[in-house]
């Protein structure tokens, strides 16, 4: 892989609680090449969103992170003061929310908001702003955007509300960007429109994305690499294509299991994986899966298994070498 | 929004009318008259008195003769006043009122939003703390208090401001007053406006705010005042009625011969025609003040419908 364009080591971030400190993000690595699109799963509560957050500083009051390094190019954004951070938020990163119904200003004209970051990052005049403003919007596909450009967000559909954020996202033409659930709040149809934008607009620009999903569909869609998380750690990370083909922790596979099929036998149950994602605040002395997984064995429970590498860039935390192409 | 206006200025005279029409019933069942005072008036000047201000005639034949009188903008004699009219009286003391009125309203907002969003932006600092704890104070204290304290400390301690002379309030003594007057709503205003920030700056838009790299300054002011204003607008309503009815006992404490002061002592000697003046002003502030805060609704937040 070449030089990586994000590179973060041990990142961790726990939050304060009433019942004490819950660890969300637990030591990960995550590396991401310039115009590569990195996509990072696991199930609600697995720490995912919160680790993309991390990256920008963009966590509540409540969060404490930690990691040894958080490099974008040659700026270490964990040592990073605020000024710093700010000048490479809306700039050289830009981010796309979950929830488009929510995300935008209700009191400011969309214009207004998608010039922002270009007006105070590029330093462009009202006109000059709204003239690249106008244009973002044309790219994302906002149809009659010389009238619209001057309406609040209310009056835009959801899908069309989450193209603005992208365009807002995009404005400064940045070198990564990171998508944390883009596609959750939206209706099926509109999801598959998003995800093409985010595509087109990744090679378009060669632009790395860092693609926050539940969803492996998403994923194996838009996606050159996978990480999978679990309570708060990579369990399991490769290309799209070999993990797909060729899972090898068993939290994938039972992931991969659980996408329900069209072509299957109907009246089949759906696959689920049994048991509930753990507590956080449990403090793992051993491999965390190791209750809900299947192949469990004695040694599982005893140590917390590193990443062992599989093949040239697939990576797995699991101590069992299972059998290719087992089902779960 | 045109519909609408045009909807609450229609509206707005038949409320009043409703007002006086009370007023004037109201104040004429009170018992006692404006005749009526330790030593009583031979019984034959009493009659001629009534007779000269048509209190003898019934109380229909009165309020139309009013009625026709107030369609010509004529409020009538003051009955407690010889020589001067109502309208005189009113445009001689309303000025100092709605300066004192306007000085405290504007004192409230500037005082009680700033402090609100500081408090708001350093949540959970000492400045937060000391900030609520005035705040506190302010609703708590009521004028009657506050207000001869000021007077102790700057007037006759400090000799800062001195009384009004020959030539009315001076400008340092004005603001003791309205500052007086401004002390609870700004406390009100800071505590509603610190909530509301609070719950603004929390919301996902004012992240995606910081996610674009906008400063923390320009997300306070430009994202989440608006925000954060709609309660302190909800608010604004009523305390222009409080601060007209504050106004009465601010100008008594800083003998501010205003139109509280008037209304006061209208209503206690039965100032028939004097009162009415009175009410009428004092209801068509409110319903003006009220007109603006409702129609702000709407230049705060782009999504409120008016129909």
Not at chain 1, 76 to 100: I, K
Request: charged share 20%; aromatic share 6%; hydrophobic share 45%.
């Amino acid at each position: 892989m070449s030089e990586p364009l994000l590179h973060c080591s041990k990142l961790s971030v726990s939050f304060r609680t009433d019942n004490g400190s819950l660890r969300a993000v637990d030591g990960i690595d995550l590396s991401i090449a310039p115009g590569e699109a990195l996509g990072l799963v696991g199930e609600s509560g697995c720490g995912k969103s919160t680790a993309a957050m991390a990256i920008l500083g963009l966590l509540p009051r409540s969060a404490q992170c930690q990691a040894d390094a958080i490099r974008l190019g040659d700026t270490d954004l964990a040592q990073a003061s605020n000024r710093v951070l700010r000048s490479v938020r809306g700039r050289r990163v830009g981010v796309v929310f979950q929830d488009p119904m929510t995300s935008l200003n209700p009191y400011l004209t969309v214009g207004k908001q998608i010039g922002e970051p270009l007006r105070i990052h590029l330093g462009l005049n009202a006109s000059q702003a709204k003239e690249r403003s106008l244009a973002l919007m044309r790219d994302v596909g906002i149809p009659d955007a010389a009238t619209r450009i001057n309406r609040h967000p209310h009056e835009f559909s959801g899908g069309q509300r989450q193209r603005l954020l992208i365009a807002m996202a995009l404005a400064c033409d940045p070198e990564l960007l990171i998508a944390d659930e883009p596609t959750t709040a939206l209706d099926v149809t509109v999801q598959a429109q998003i995800l093409d934008l985010l595509r087109r607009e990744q090679q378009r620009r060669n632009m790395a994305l860092l693609l926050v999903s539940h969803d492996l569909g998403v994923i194996a869609h838009t996606c050159h690499r996978v990480a999978v998380m679990y309570a708060g750690r990579i369990v399991e990370t490769a290309n799209t294509k070999p993990l797909f083909a060729n899972p090898q922790h068993p939290y994938t596979r039972g992931l991969l299991a659980a996408i329900p099929r069209l072509d299957g036998d109907r009246g089949t149950e759906l696959t689920t994986i049994p048991g509930l994602p753990p507590r956080l605040s449990d403090g793992w002395q051993h491999c965390a899966f190791a209750p809900r997984c299947p192949h469990a064995e004695g040694r599982c429970r005893i140590d917390i298994p590193n990443m062992r590498q599989h093949s040239d860039e697939h990576h797995h935390r699991c101590i069992l070498d299972l059998p290719a192409g087992d089902a779960p | 929004m045109g519909r609408y206006l045009l909807k609450r200025l229609i509206q707005a005279p038949i409320v009043l009318f409703l007002i006086v029409t009370c007023s004037f019933v109201l104040v004429r069942l009170a018992p006692g008259g404006p005749f009526d005072a330790e030593r009583k008036v031979p019984p034959e000047v009493e009659a001629a008195l009534n007779e000269q201000y048509h209190l003898d005639e019934s109380i229909p034949m009165q309020y139309g003769r009013f009625l026709l009188d107030l369609a010509q903008g004529d409020l009538g004699p003051a009955i407690k006043y010889p020589g001067r009219s109502v309208n005189a009286i009113i445009a001689d003391r309303l000025p100092p009122t709605l300066l004192l009125g306007g000085y405290a309203l504007a004192l409230a907002v500037l005082i009680g939003v700033t402090v609100g969003v500081i408090g708001a932006r350093l949540y959970n600092t000492v400045f937060d703390h000391a900030s609520m704890v005035f705040a506190l104070l302010g609703i708590s204290i009521p004028m009657f208090v506050v207000g001869p304290l000021l007077l102790l400390a700057f007037q006759t301690q400090w000799r800062l401001v001195s009384p009004p002379g020959e030539y009315g309030p001076s400008f340092a003594y004005l603001s003791l007053a309205a500052l007086c007057l401004a002390a609870p709503f700004a406390a009100r205003i800071a505590r509603l406006c610190r909530a509301g920030m609070l719950e603004v700056v929390n919301q996902d838009f004012a992240r995606t705010a910081r996610a674009k790299g906008v400063p923390e300054w320009r997300i306070v002011t430009v994202h989440c005042l608006r925000g954060a204003l709609t309660p302190v607008v909800s608010f604004l309503g009523p305390a222009v009625a409080s601060v007209l009815t504050g106004s009465l006992v601010v100008e008594s404490i800083f003998l501010l011969k205003g139109l509280g002061w008037e209304f006061v002592f209208s209503a206690i000697n039965r100032d028939y025609t004097l009162v009415i003046g009175t009410v009428i002003v004092y209801s068509s502030l409110l319903i003006i003040a009220n007109l603006i805060v409702d129609l702000c609704y709407g230049l705060l937040d782009p999504r409120v419908r008016y129909d």
